[in-house]
Structure formats: structure tokens, C-alpha cells
């Protein structure tokens, strides 16, 4: 199997769309459970919603692989990862395929030649192969996530709103 | 300090406030979309006809990931953490005086739930659909972001 055409540019300006520190709130997880202690309620990731009918397969993906109560969790977050914008020294990971396209663009290529077949896997899934190192020989600790375009802009403009509030 | 102050008012929120505000069933469906007549996010047919073609799972991970010489070693929790908190979410926030904490959404299936998106698009327009629910008690809401590893986090029940 060949390795990847490495077609994405560095920087690429989707790779360089950077919310600040201040504008992401990071909970740790005492804080996070003594928040929600007394909601009863769903706790829930909600991706694109034009890919919701993807649920039962990601579903179906967890349980095989042996992720069972996730499979039973109301939620499911698809994450794609594309082999042509893929490399040792990056791999993207997509929260939403829309993206994919930009980035082809970006790098120069042909929006013809854009890449037609994904890998969808559940973002729980992910993390579990990026946590046990196992699995397809991915170059782990060069997984960068990428996030829907403007999403760190508009973390950004949040962070001032409230800046500008307090 | 401005963290854990949220963090403990938002504890604070009795689970009837989170539910703040009621009335939106008939606006929301949760992993589905605007319930408002024209779908506001139309999807691109073909690009639909691929996911249901293509896309598949470990089987195409296996064919089709690049670096299959590579031995990378495992990332540790804060690492992986931290690379998912690059990427924001945004939640929806009551700031009223009288309760400040995330608000609970009524999915289309029913019940309550709190929801992170990752498009900021469907997140604002989760917003605009509440503001203008006609909610008596008029709650002031307004959407806050948080780290998708926070997030997943608190979704995962971890």
C-alpha cells in the first residue's frame, strides 16, 4: 500500500484556524463531574447534523468493537480521516467532510481530483486507538484535529463578547 | 479563578433551571436539525450517495491509512486531551442572576439533554430558535465554548 500523496501544505490555513487558550474552557474532570452531579438528564457531542443517519453504523461499528456501552450512549460523533491528505509527519482528522474538500483546495489540488472515500469511525473509537497505540500503524502523536471552519473564530469572538461584558 | 467560579455556579443549578427554558420541543430535533420548515444546513446529495457508499470502518482503516511502518507509542491521556481541546464546542448558557449553568435542550426522542456542537453555525441557530421561543421567564442565554476533550469527557460520563 503506498503511503499518502502528503498533498496538504504546511501551513495549511485550516491547520492554522486557532481558537485562543482564553477562549476554550478546559474542565478537569473533579470539576466536570461536580458540575453535572445533579442533572439527570443527556450529556451529548453533536457533529454536522446532515450526518446523523450515520448513528446506527457508528453504532454498530462500537459494538464490534467491543465498545458496548458507548454503543448505547444517545450520541455518536463521526470523525473522518482521508488517506490523501494523510502523511507520517500529519494526519488531519476531520469533524466534518466539508472541511476535507477546503483542505484539497487549499493544498492546490483539483476539486475534481478531491478524494471520494473517507474513514468514518466514532470519535470514541479514535481515542481508544490513539490511547492503546495498537491499531493501523497510524502515526499517533501527529493526529491533528480539525475543526469546522470558522469554529475558532467564532471562540474567539465569544471570549471578547465576554471579555467585553465582565 | 473566572474557571472555577463558573464551574460552581453552574454545580449550583438545580436540574429543574438547567432545563431552562422549557418550550422548545417543537423547535428542536437533536441530531436532527432545525424543525423549522426549510432545512437550513441542505446536504449535498452526492456528497451523501458517498458516505453511504463509501465510508466504512475498520476494515477501511486498515486498507487505506499511510504510515503502515510506523510504530508511534501510545499517547497518554493529557496528551490526547489536550489535541481534542484545540477544536471548540459550543454549549448553550443561561446567565440569568438567578441560575447560571448549561441549558438542557428537549431532543426529538424526548427527555433532556445537554448538548456540545461543533458546528457553530447549528449551535447559533440553537440559540436564535430559543431566544425566540417566547419563554415567559425571558432566561438570557448565550453560547459558551469548551474544549472537545472537556466535552467528550463529560459525554462519556468520565
Redesign the interface.
Known amino acids: 500500500m503506498p503511503l499518502a500523496h502528503r498533498v496538504l501544505p504546511t501551513p495549511c490555513p485550516l491547520l492554522t484556524q486557532r481558537a485562543s487558550r482564553d477562549a476554550i474552557r478546559v474542565l478537569c474532570s473533579a470539576e466536570a463531574k461536580e458540575a453535572f452531579k445533579n442533572f439527570e438528564g443527556d450529556l451529548r457531542l453533536q457533529g454536522d447534523h446532515r450526518f446523523a443517519d450515520q448513528a446506527p453504523k457508528l453504532k454498530r461499528m462500537l459494538k464490534d468493537s467491543g465498545m458496548e456501552a458507548e454503543a448505547e450512549s444517545p450520541w455518536t460523533l463521526p470523525v473522518f480521516l482521508v488517506q490523501e491528505l494523510s502523511s507520517d509527519g500529519l494526519v488531519p482528522v476531520f469533524l466534518n467532510p466539508r472541511e476535507i474538500k477546503e483542505a484539497w483546495k487549499a493544498a492546490g489540488q483539483k476539486e475534481e481530483d478531491a478524494p471520494q472515500k473517507y474513514m468514518m469511525i466514532d470519535i470514541r473509537m479514535l481515542v481508544k486507538d490513539m490511547r492503546s497505540g495498537e491499531k493501523r500503524g497510524i502515526p499517533w502523536d501527529k493526529v491533528r484535529f480539525v475543526g469546522a471552519d470558522g469554529a475558532a473564530d467564532f471562540a474567539n469572538s465569544l471570549q471578547q463578547l465576554a471579555a467585553a461584558s465582565t | 479563578m473566572r474557571?472555577?467560579a463558573?464551574?460552581?455556579l453552574?454545580?449550583s443549578?438545580?436540574?429543574s433551571r438547567?432545563?431552562t427554558p422549557a418550550p422548545v420541543r417543537h423547535h428542536l430535533?437533536?441530531?436532527?436539525?432545525a424543525d423549522n420548515g426549510d432545512d437550513p444546513?441542505p446536504?449535498d446529495e452526492d456528497?451523501?450517495t458517498?458516505?453511504d457508499e463509501?465510508?466504512?470502518?475498520?476494515v477501511?482503516?486498515?486498507?487505506?491509512?499511510?504510515?503502515?511502518?510506523?510504530?508511534?507509542?501510545?499517547?497518554t491521556?493529557q496528551?490526547?486531551f489536550d489535541?481534542?481541546?484545540?477544536?471548540?464546542?459550543?454549549g448553550l448558557m443561561s446567565t440569568s442572576k438567578e441560575s447560571t449553568?448549561?441549558v438542557?435542550l428537549t431532543?426529538k426522542?424526548g427527555?433532556?439533554?445537554?448538548?456540545?456542537?461543533?458546528?457553530?453555525?447549528?449551535a447559533?441557530a440553537v440559540l436564535e430558535m430559543n431566544k425566540n421561543a417566547g419563554d415567559e421567564q425571558e432566561t438570557p442565554l448565550?453560547?459558551?465554548?469548551?474544549?472537545?476533550?472537556?466535552?467528550?469527557?463529560?459525554?462519556?460520563?468520565?
Open positions: 474557571l472555577t463558573v464551574v460552581l453552574a454545580a443549578v438545580s436540574a438547567l432545563v430535533r437533536i441530531r436532527g436539525g444546513f446536504l456528497h451523501q458517498t458516505l463509501d465510508v466504512s470502518g475498520d477501511a482503516a486498515e486498507d487505506a491509512m499511510p504510515g503502515e511502518a510506523s510504530s508511534s507509542g501510545v499517547l491521556e496528551q490526547i489535541k481534542l481541546n484545540e477544536v471548540p464546542t459550543f449553568g448549561f438542557a431532543p426522542g427527555g433532556r439533554a445537554i448538548v456540545f456542537f461543533l458546528e457553530p453555525e447549528e447559533k448565550r453560547l459558551v465554548c469548551l474544549g472537545l476533550g472537556s466535552a467528550l469527557k463529560l459525554c462519556s460520563g468520565r
